[in-house]
Structures are given as C-alpha cells and as structure tokens.
C-alpha cells in the first residue's frame, strides 16, 4: 500500500465526513433541532470521528494513530446510540435511523480495519 500523504485520502475519514455531514442534515429537522442537548451531542460525535482520524493522522506514530482510530470508532457507536434517542423521541423516521445507523457502522468498520492496517504493519517492520 502506498503511503497516505494526506488523512483526506483515508477512506474512513471520507465515510466519518459523509456521516457527519448526515447528522447535521437530520439535525435541520424540527424536533431534533429543537432538542438543544440531543443536537449537541449527535453533531459533536458526528463530528469527533472525522476530527479524530485527522488529528491521528499527523500525531507522529502509527501506535499513537491507532489510539485516535480508537476514538473515531467509539464515536461512530456514540452516533448510533445517539440515534435511538432521536428515533425513540419520533425526530426521525426509522428509514432515516436505518439508513445513518448503516453509514455509522460503514465508517466504524473502515476504522476498525485501518486500525488492523497500522497494528500489522507497524509489526512487520
């Protein structure tokens, strides 16, 4: 695998992009965007996963990376967790949960096996 010269080009971060940019278009919905706590913390999970996987990108190690991948992961669970509330509460629809539930798991899945990439590599060399 070539070298990654920018975390734009990491698939994952691209996957935490496209779900961050769908929570925030749900958040624009009417009784989510009026649920100021709900709203603050779905944006803000949304958000850490794409913020960790570029800030793991430039922290100086692969073992250090894997512990930002680590909270990306986490945070694409948060999101999921984050969407029952707004499904239970009737802010969403359930074609809107499923639907950003699935890309939560895509962006999940991708990290998790970019982490598996580093772990390996970085016991290979």
């Not at 680590?70 to 499923?98: K, N, P, W």
């Amino acid at each position: 695998m070539a070298a990654i010269g920018r975390f734009e080009d990491i698939r994952a971060w691209q996957l935490g992009r496209e779900l961050c940019a769908r929570v925030y278009a749900l958040c624009c919905e009417d009784g989510i965007s009026k649920d100021w706590g709900l709203r603050d913390q779905i944006t803000r999970a949304a958000g850490s996963v794409m913020h960790n996987i570029a800030e793991g990108f430039d922290a100086g190690s692969d073992a250090e990376f894997v512990r930002f991948l680590g909270y990306a992961r986490r945070s694409c669970t948060e999101v999921q967790s984050e969407l029952y509330v707004a499904m239970d509460q009737g802010y969403i629809d359930h074609a809107a949960f499923t639907g950003t539930y699935a890309l939560a798991g895509e962006a999940r899945a991708a990290i998790a096996g970019f982490t598996n990439y580093l772990r390996h590599s970085a016991a290979t060399t």
